[in-house]
Structures are given as structure tokens and as C-alpha cells.
């Protein structure tokens, strides 16, 4: 199996900065992209940032300039540092993977999400 486990998550005043962390574990033979996405109430799941196997990095244009993707292939880790946060910034934050398992091949899997909630 595989896992898909995220933290850092929590409450920040506007402005105020926080870092996700995800970590991948399982029968993992290698990962592609990994990315963030967020869904807040009432609005469909967007993607946030991703970042391919190589470090080619895309941003949604409302987070552009304010986060930044990085990851750590040794240990199968993604991050979304979140500086300058706005209200609307507030979500639940899903990490993503496309990974391929031992004798398979690459899927989509999902975290959990985390709450991330910016008062203004």
C-alpha cells in the first residue's frame, strides 16, 4: 500500500506564513510529479502548485510570488511553504502524488488534507 500523509497545517493571522509538509510511504518504486491542491467550502478542489520528477515547478496564478514547491526525492517528501497568507488562502490543503508501486503502474494517490485557516 501506499500513503499519503500531511502536516503542518493550522490556524495564522493574515500575512503569517506556514509549511506543509507530505510524506510518501509504502511499497513505493518511484514517484513523478507531487503536487498541492485545496478545496475551500463550497468550491471545487484547485490545484495550488506542482512539481514535476525534475523540479519544474507550475503555480496557480493566485498563489504565484507567495509559495513556493520543493521536494525531497531521498525522502519521498513534498513541501508548500505559504508566506504572505490572505483569507482566501484558507482551505483544506491535499498533497498528490503519481506514483508507481513495486510490480505496477504510476497512479494517483491522495492525502488526507490538512486545515489551513487564515483570519483576517
Known amino acids: 500500500q501506499v500513503q499519503l500523509v500531511e502536516s503542518g497545517g493550522g490556524l495564522v493571522q493574515a500575512g503569517g506564513s506556514l509549511r506543509l509538509s507530505c510524506a510518501a510511504s509504502?511499497?513505493?518504486?518511484?514517484?513523478?510529479?507531487m503536487g498541492w491542491y485545496r478545496q475551500a467550502p463550497g468550491k471545487q478542489r484547485e490545484s495550488v502548485a506542482t512539481?514535476?520528477?525534475?523540479?519544474?515547478?507550475n503555480y496557480a496564478d493566485s498563489v504565484k510570488g507567495r509559495f513556493t514547491i520543493s521536494r525531497d526525492n531521498a525522502k519521498n517528501m513534498v513541501y508548500l511553504q505559504m508566506n504572505s497568507l490572505k483569507p482566501e488562502d484558507t482551505a483544506v490543503y491535499y498533497c498528490?502524488?503519481?506514483?508507481?508501486?513495486?510490480?505496477?503502474?504510476?497512479?494517483?494517490?491522495w492525502g488526507q488534507g490538512t486545515q489551513v485557516t487564515v483570519s483576517s
Open positions: 512539481i514535476t520528477g525534475i523540479a519544474r515547478t
Open positions: 498528490n502524488a503519481y506514483i508507481r508501486r513495486m510490480g505496477s503502474n504510476f497512479s494517483d494517490y
Open positions: 509504502g511499497s513505493i518504486f518511484s514517484i513523478s510529479a
